[in-house]
């Protein structure tokens, strides 16, 4: 079995995935469970250990006996290497981490590759996996990241935003005559309550900015782009928009998993 981790700036997924899956698998294909964490930075490797093993021990899987492989990204160094130095210790196997060096199979067109989000790497990976490109990838999460994949395979590069999360709380914090907002579809695009004006301009104003970056990126790759939305609230973003296609949940999870399997062996 293997262990996929998904550490971002506020949340931690973890999936639990069969070892061996198909080669054409689907993102979820094999996915025997998942989690969504807190990511907290100053866990021990320690506590981590006792975390992961008490989340496999409620599907009955045993980390030391059953595990054979973990696959990680993370924007957070601190927690990256915790987990790292957990492996390490607990179990019989180096982890593979998507940092530079690391047999992603994609090529990366940044100027500077070694600046790339491991987490955009995963997804770049499995979009192009699932739905071969050119494609945009719009994941939704402390930022809003876009990352745009060619008809060949490579990462182009695409564009970071702030978040809806983190741009709703800025908003409401520097507000002082602005309550705590639930992040719902208001009634009408028109607000009739400070709520609801409020709902309507974070929604649909992001769901503006979607619309708008893919109308871009398609300018310049001169032609239809498959696009693709994850992250915690593609759900709701996704049924508003009018180019998002596809909302893969596990997408990160299934690029960790690809990029676990091109190592098998590798030096790490």
Not at 121 to 138: D, E, K, Q, R, T
Not at 167 to 188: C, D, I, K
Not at 193 to 215: L, N, R
């Amino acid at each position: 079995m293997l262990l996929a981790l998904d550490i971002g700036n506020t949340q931690t997924v973890v999936g639990l995935y069969e070892a061996e899956r198909a080669e054409d698998c689907r993102a979820d294909d094999g996915l025997i469970e998942h989690w969504r964490l807190s990511t907290v930075r100053e866990r021990t490797p320690d506590e981590v250990a006792v975390l992961l093993r008490s989340l496999l021990d409620s599907v009955d899987v045993d980390m030391e006996g059953e595990l054979t492989g973990v696959a990680v990204c993370s924007g957070v160094p601190q927690i990256r290497e915790s987990v790292r130095m957990m492996v390490q210790r607990y179990l019989d196997f180096d982890p593979v981490v998507i940092e530079p060096g690391i047999r992603s199979g994609i090529p990366i067109l940044y100027d500077n590759p070694r600046e790339v989000g491991a987490d955009r790497i995963a997804n770049a990976v499995a979009a192009h996996h699932l739905y071969g490109g050119p494609a945009v990838i719009v994941d939704f999460g402390t930022t809003n990241n876009f990352d745009v994949v060619s008809a060949d395979g490579e990462f182009l590069g695409g564009a970071i935003g702030p978040g809806i999360e983190v741009s709703l709380e800025a908003m409401v914090g520097r507000a002082a005559a602005l309550g705590p907002v639930a992040l719902t579809e208001p009634r009408s695009v028109i607000g009739k309550t400070t709520m609801e004006s409020i709902q309507s301009g974070v929604i649909y104003g992001f769901v503006a900015q979607i619309d708008g970056m893919v109308a871009r990126f398609s300018a310049v790759l001169d032609g239809q782009v498959c696009v693709i939305a994850t992250g915690g609230l593609a759900h709701l973003i996704a049924p508003l928009s009018e180019t998002i296609q596809l909302v893969e949940p596990y997408l990160t999870l299934h690029g960790l998993w690809l990029v676990h399997q091109r190592n098998q062996g590798a030096k790490r």
